[in-house]
């Protein structure tokens, strides 16, 4: 199969030939792996029972995927990816913002696949073959898995399709074994070992673990849906349709393997750590098949990821190409997957990266949508191309290719979101305004909205559409919506 040789340009018509299905495929398959499922350990973690952490990763998650999915349509219609698309409301250079957004998401995301996929994986070859867990150890497997996964990544999203295909069947085969691994010692209990609530208090603690491990599965996503929404037609498939794909993916993808890791977690009892329980408390006819769940999956998952990466590296240096991006933050995730073995904590790393990212993160994805529906999906594709033809002008140029009011309502949004935070070591002035909770996902959105909608009262929101054939086609099915 060739390497992809599109970056953030505009994929024509004759190449969108994935569906809704393709969708579900690789929404689901690249999901299903440690890197998603050590979320579902989170609200154990912090010392609350079965019954409370189910609730708060099954809130969490349908929120963030009636939030998220509708960014979807948004690169059906501009055939380029989400950071690029935003250009129609931050401007043809202010689109930075997504990009740079996008990159950090990709690149945590990506470095805490490889981390707990090769900290399982040394741990299980100790079982089986007597392998000391040593420095040595660690470096060659996480090398190995980036090498594999910077190789599907550099290929490009056919193969990951392909990849996640397989995936999609293979590791739900995996998950299914590990329940009846893991059942003998579960129980819905708090662990004891956690000393109460992270918290304090219920309240606080099951919003935290509602953020943290449910909602911040979805919202990782609001960059990267576009990267495979753009190879889908509008003129076959309907935006329902891709909408209905969207959300029924992240549902699928994410509470799958979430409430599997939830599951594991009071079945291994893992208070503090999930890797080295996980491993331990594991019969052994199941270390095979979890060796093959920590490396097939966190290859699947970290290249798609990877691949993400790549594209918003490109869009902010177009004169690199997509396959030397890739290779470029390859090295970078790499270096984080070490920093996270050797110098972080994983509960309070994981926490403080996904609160901090979400509160970034939902200002401008609010913008973004509001934009959407205000132009009502209409979108001069050509125009958005501006920056990386490294030219100027269009109808997105706005103030030197930077709409100045969106820039400021996002900054707004984050700024809020930031100091409504409630991290493990920081806790933002505003908690004492909601009692202690973390509201930051919803104080930042609603901020960033808030002072958009304010700022451009009264105006249009620039829309466009070229004057061939793809354009018409986008027009044609934006009155289904």
């Known amino acids: 199969m060739p390497i992809e040789q599109h970056g953030v340009d505009t994929i024509p018509e004759a190449e969108r030939g994935s569906g809704p299905r393709d969708l579900v495929s690789i929404l689901l398959g690249s999901n299903l792996c440690l ?3 050590i979320f579902g350990w989170l609200p154990a973690s912090f010392g609350l029972g079965w019954w409370a952490s189910v609730s708060a990763v099954v809130a969490g998650t349908v929120v963030g995927a009636l939030f998220t999915a509708p960014l979807a349509l948004v690169s ?11 250009g129609a409301q931050f401007g043809v250079r202010g689109r930075l913002v997504g990009s740079v957004v996008g990159l950090l998401l990709a690149l945590g995301y990506t470095a805490l696949t490889v981390w707990i996929g090769g900290d399982v994986m040394v741990s299980v070859l100790h079982r089986l073959f007597g392998l000391a867990p040593s420095s040595a150890a660690y470096a060659i497997v996480y090398t190995l898995l980036a090498a594999a996964t910077v190789t599907g990544a550099v290929y490009g999203y056919r193969v990951l399709l392909a990849m996640s295909r397989v995936l999609a069947v293979g590791m739900t085969a995996l998950l ?22 992270l918290l304090g208090g219920f309240w606080p603690t099951w919003f935290l673990a509602a953020v943290a491990a449910g909602l911040s599965g979805p919202i990782a996503f609001i960059t990267l849906l576009g990267d495979y929404t753009r190879y889908i037609s509008p003129r076959r498939h309907s935006p329902r349709r891709v909408l209905r794909a969207t959300w029924l993916g992240l549902i699928a993808g994410l509470l799958v393997p979430q409430l599997f890791g939830t599951f594991t977690a009071y079945g291994a009892r893992a208070a503090f750590d999930y890797a080295g329980p996980l491993v331990d408390a594991s019969p052994g006819w199941y270390l095979v098949p979890l060796l093959l769940a920590a490396s097939a999956g966190s290859v699947g998952n970290a290249g798609l990821m990877l691949y993400s990466m790549g594209l918003d590296l490109d869009a902010i240096l177009p004169r690199a190409s997509r396959a030397r991006a890739t290779y470029t933050v390859a090295v970078v995730a790499t270096v984080c997957v070490f920093a996270g073995h050797y110098a972080w904590n994983a509960q309070s790393a994981m926490t403080s990266f996904v609160l901090l990212l979400t509160a970034i993160g939902t200002p401008w994805a609010v913008v973004t949508l509001i934009g959407f529906v205000r132009c009502r999906g209409r979108y001069d594709a050509d125009a958005l191309q501006v920056f990386n033809r490294r030219s100027r002008g269009g109808i997105y140029w706005y103030r030197a290719g930077w709409n100045v009011r969106a820039t400021a309502s996002w ?5 809020v979101g930031l ?33 958009y909608l304010a700022l451009t009262a009264g105006g249009r929101e620039r829309a466009g559409a ?7 086609a986008a027009l044609t099915v934006s009155g289904e919506l």
């Open 176 to 197: 299914a074994l590990g329940v009846l691994a893991y059942a003998p010692h579960f129980g819905t209990a708090a662990l004891p070992e956690t000393g109460g609530y």
């Open 411 to 415: 900054a707004v949004g984050a700024g």
């Open 76 to 86: 059906l219609r501009t055939a380029t990816n989400l950071s690029t698309s935003s």
């Open 35 to 37: 890197g998603v499922i």
């Open 419 to 451: 100091l409504a935070v409630s991290l493990p070591s920081y806790q933002g002035p505003l908690l004492h305004l909601t009692g202690g909770v973390d509201c930051s996902f919803l104080l930042s959105g609603a901020a960033g909205g808030l002072v």
């Open 466 to 472: 070229a004057a061939d054939g793809e354009a018409a």
